[in-house]
């Protein structure tokens, strides 16, 4: 690997100089929670766009607020570290950004009390995540955290190994994607996205009480297939064989985008290919990450 920055601590140094303690309770009991965040690179302007930071910056500061974690560092100045160590690293491509707050290694014990508190970003290159346009998954035994066990909606590092199982299930069973249900049996989301379905004119995707990490794509969707589309979206709770019965079926996230699934546990859903109001909306979501869409431009902050 080429000369990587990262931020760490206050400052932007070399990837090398960073060491992270192997008594580090991030490392020991997942004390930690984080974000992940897109840059869009814009070949033709030959400019790069880091996308809605602040949103992602907001919820990176809830997340550790709720896990009793703090920052000296406000929302402003956290997207302007990141936007100087995306020039730093000279990116010219589509990029994944990753800030990590973490609990440091005072004291043995699994507690988040102390006042150890810290912070790495570090960014590396990613193109497509889903490796495939269109998606086959499956309904994990794996059930989704809930709220009172292990937030997910705080984005802690631990509650990935609940996504890491579900994962791990559905690929050794030859699936692309798994999707959780919670522990009442409700259709949740994916271990790293949120999941929309399309129905009867409606576009529906389960609610925040449903156990899901509230994400910014999600919250975009629905901002486009309601004032973009004119959709009536609703938000409410979905069982398993809705997901069956569904006209389109698909996925929103960070890493994911905006990507169709056409098979849900061996069943086609709609045409087997993705639907027509799926593909509206990355239309839609395509062409506003690089601030061309005056309406959206203001999620778009240009590096260089
Ligand atoms: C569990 C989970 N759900 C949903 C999402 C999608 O959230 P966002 O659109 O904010 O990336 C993510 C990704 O961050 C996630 O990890």
């Known amino acids: 690997m080429s000369e990587s920055y990262v931020f760490y601590q206050g400052n932007i140094v070399n990837e090398s100089e960073v060491s992270i303690s192997i008594r ?5 009991y997942g004390l930690a929670c984080f974000e992940g965040i897109r840059a869009y690179w814009d070949e033709k302007e030959q400019q790069l766009f880091a996308f809605r930071l602040r949103d992602h910056y907001v919820r ?5 607020k709720t896990l009793n974690m703090s920052l000296p560092y406000t929302v402003d100045e956290l997207c302007d570290f990141t936007v100087e160590l995306l020039k730093k690293n000279n990116f010219k491509t589509t990029t994944y ?19 150890d508190d810290r912070i790495v970003i570090y960014c590396n290159p990613m193109g497509k995540y889903a490796g495939k346009e269109e998606l086959s998954v499956a309904v994990s035994s794996w059930r989704r955290l809930d709220d009172n066990m292990l937030p997910p909606r705080t984005k802690a590092t631990a509650a990935y190994l609940n996504s890491a199982l579900a994962s791990l299930e559905v690929a050794q069973n030859g699936y692309d994607e798994a999707i959780f249900l919670t522990s009442t049996g409700h259709v949740c989301e994916g271990p790293g ?11 529906i ?5 449903d156990n899901i990490l509230e994400g910014i794509t999600r919250e975009l969707v629905m901002q486009i297939a309601k004032e973009d589309l004119g959709m009536e979206v609703v938000e409410r709770s979905i069982v398993r064989t809705e997901l069956y019965a569904s006209d389109e079926v698909f996925f929103s996230g960070t890493a994911m985008e905006v990507t169709p699934v056409v098979k849900v546990d061996n069943r086609i859903i709609g045409t087997g290919h ?7 909306i990355k239309e839609v979501f395509f062409g506003l990450t690089t601030g061309k869409n005056p309406k959206y431009a203001h999620f778009c902050t240009p590096v260089y």
């Open 24 to 28: 580090s309770k991030a490392f020991n």
């Open 60 to 64: 990176l500061l809830q997340s550790a």
């Open 97 to 115: 950004i990753r800030p990590i707050v973490y609990k440091g290694a005072d004291s043995i014990g699994p507690t988040l009390f102390d006042n």
């Open 193 to 203: 996205e949120n999941i929309f379905i399309y129905k009867k004119g409606k576009l």
């Open 205 to 209: 995707t389960p609610p925040p009480s």
């Open 274 to 280: 993705q639907g027509e109001v799926c593909r509206k």
